[in-house]
C-alpha cells in the first residue's frame, strides 16, 4: 500500500479556519500539500468577519514546518472564488486540489424560513461551491490533474427537521458532483461527496454532549484526505465519515415496471408496490446509463 503524500500539490481549503476545514488543511500540510486557508472569520450564521481565524490555521501550519498562504474572501461570490484559486496560483503556481468546506447554519422550521436564511444558506454551500470549483476547475483541467471534495451532509442525503435550507444546499452540491465527475473525468479530475460528522461549532447545539465530545474532527479528515490523493480513482462517491464510522451512501434505481400502452393512475396504484420496490436496485454513474437499463424493464399487460 502507497503512503499518502501531498508533496508537490497544492490545495485550497475553504472555511479552514475552524472545524472541519483547519484540520483538514493541517493535516494536507503535514503530509506536504502547499495549502491556501481560506475563512471569512464570521460567526455560526455567516455574520461579521475577520482575518484571525485564517491567519491563525496559517501560523498553525508553519510552525509545523508546513506551507500555507491565508485568504479571507466569501466564497458566495464570484470575485472571492476567483481570488481564492488566484491566491493559490500566485502563491504556488497551480491547484490540485479544492475542498469544499465552508458552511453556516440557519435552522427554522420551513414555515419559519424566510427568504433571507434560505438564501445566505444557499449562497454559503451551493453557490459557494460553485464560485470556487470553476475557477479551480479551470486550472486543473490545463494540468490534466484535480481533485474536489463536495462537503454535504446527512441532512439533506437523509433530512433532518428544521433544516431545509441547509438540506437542500448540500443535496445541491451532490447532484453538482453527480454532473462534474463526468465533465473532469477526462482530466482526471475526481470529484467526490463527504457527508461529515463531528463536534464543531456547528453541531454543539445539535449533539448530545456525549457525542460532541467523541467525535472529534480528526475522525473525519482521513476520508477527506484520502479523496484528495492520487490514490483515489474513484469520483462520484458519496462517502460518510464521522466518529470512527465509514462508509458509502448512494441513489439507487428500482427494476420498476413498463406498462404497454398508456397506463391509468389507477394502473400506477395497483403496480405500486413493484414500482417502489428497490429489490436489486441498482447504483448508475449517469443519465445515459440508466436510461439504457431502462430498456430491460419487464413489461407488464394492463389487466
Ligand atoms: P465550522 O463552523 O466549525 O466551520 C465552518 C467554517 O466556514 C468557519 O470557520 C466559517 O468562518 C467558514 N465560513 C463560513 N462562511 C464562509 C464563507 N462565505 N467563506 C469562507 N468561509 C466561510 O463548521 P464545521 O462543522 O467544521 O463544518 C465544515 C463543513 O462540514 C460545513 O460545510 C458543514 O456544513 C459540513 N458538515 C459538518 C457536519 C458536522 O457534524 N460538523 C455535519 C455535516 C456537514
Known amino acids: 500500500?502507497?503512503?499518502?503524500?501531498?508533496?508537490?500539490?497544492?490545495?485550497?481549503?475553504?472555511?479552514?479556519?475552524?472545524?472541519?476545514?483547519?484540520?483538514?488543511?493541517?493535516?494536507?500540510?503535514?503530509?506536504?500539500?502547499?495549502?491556501?486557508?481560506?475563512?471569512?472569520?464570521?460567526?455560526?450564521?455567516?455574520?461579521?468577519?475577520?482575518?484571525?481565524?485564517a491567519d491563525l490555521v496559517v501560523k498553525e501550519i508553519k510552525d509545523a514546518g508546513g506551507e500555507a498562504v491565508p485568504n479571507y474572501d466569501s466564497v458566495a461570490d464570484v470575485a472571492g472564488g476567483e481570488n481564492i484559486v488566484k491566491t493559490a496560483i500566485d502563491a504556488f503556481g497551480k491547484v490540485d486540489i479544492v475542498v469544499n468546506n465552508a458552511g453556516i447554519l440557519r435552522d427554522k422550521t420551513f414555515l419559519k424560513m424566510e427568504p433571507e436564511n434560505w438564501d445566505a444558506v444557499i449562497a454559503v454551500h451551493l453557490r459557494g461551491a460553485y464560485c470556487v470549483t470553476r475557477p479551480a476547475f479551470a486550472n486543473m483541467r490545463e494540468n490534466?490533474?484535480?481533485?474536489?471534495?463536495?462537503?454535504?451532509s446527512s441532512s439533506g442525503v437523509f433530512g433532518n427537521?428544521?433544516?431545509?435550507?441547509?438540506?437542500?444546499?448540500?443535496?445541491?452540491?451532490?447532484?453538482?458532483?453527480?454532473?462534474?465527475?463526468?465533465?473532469?473525468?477526462?482530466?482526471?479530475?475526481?470529484?467526490?461527496?463527504?457527508?461529515?460528522?463531528?463536534?464543531?461549532r456547528m453541531t454543539e447545539?445539535?449533539?448530545?454532549?456525549?457525542?460532541?465530545?467523541r467525535m472529534k474532527v480528526e475522525y473525519v479528515t482521513p476520508a477527506t484526505l484520502y479523496l484528495c490523493s492520487e490514490q483515489c480513482q474513484d469520483s462520484g462517491l458519496y462517502i460518510n465519515a464521522g466518529g470512527g464510522n465509514f462508509s458509502r451512501s448512494n441513489?439507487?434505481?428500482?427494476?420498476?415496471?413498463?406498462?404497454?400502452?398508456?397506463?391509468?393512475?389507477?394502473?400506477?396504484?395497483?403496480?405500486?408496490s413493484a414500482i417502489t420496490s428497490l429489490e436489486n436496485a441498482k447504483y448508475f454513474p449517469s443519465t445515459a446509463e440508466w436510461s439504457m437499463e431502462n430498456q430491460k424493464t419487464p413489461v407488464i399487460k394492463k389487466s
Not at 490534466?144 to 454535504?152: A, K, L, P
Not at 427537521?161 to 443535496?171: E, L, P, R, V
Open 161 to 200: 427537521f428544521g433544516q431545509t435550507n441547509y438540506g437542500a444546499a448540500k443535496m445541491g452540491l451532490a447532484g453538482l458532483a453527480n454532473v462534474l465527475k463526468l465533465e473532469g473525468a477526462k482530466y482526471n479530475i475526481k470529484v467526490n461527496v463527504l457527508l461529515p460528522g463531528a463536534g464543531t
Open 205 to 213: 447545539d445539535i449533539m448530545p454532549p456525549e457525542a460532541f465530545e
Open 1 to 53: 500500500m502507497s503512503k499518502i503524500d501531498f508533496t508537490g500539490r497544492v490545495a485550497i481549503v475553504t472555511g479552514a479556519g475552524a472545524g472541519l476545514g483547519r484540520n483538514c488543511a493541517m493535516e494536507l500540510a503535514k503530509r506536504g500539500a502547499k495549502v491556501v486557508v481560506n475563512d471569512l472569520g464570521g460567526a455560526r450564521d455567516g455574520t461579521g468577519g475577520g482575518s484571525a481565524a
Open 144 to 152: 490534466g490533474y484535480g481533485r474536489i471534495i463536495m462537503t454535504s
Open 251 to 272: 441513489i439507487m434505481t428500482g427494476l420498476g415496471v413498463k406498462f404497454e400502452g398508456m397506463p391509468t393512475p389507477e394502473d400506477i396504484q395497483k403496480h405500486w
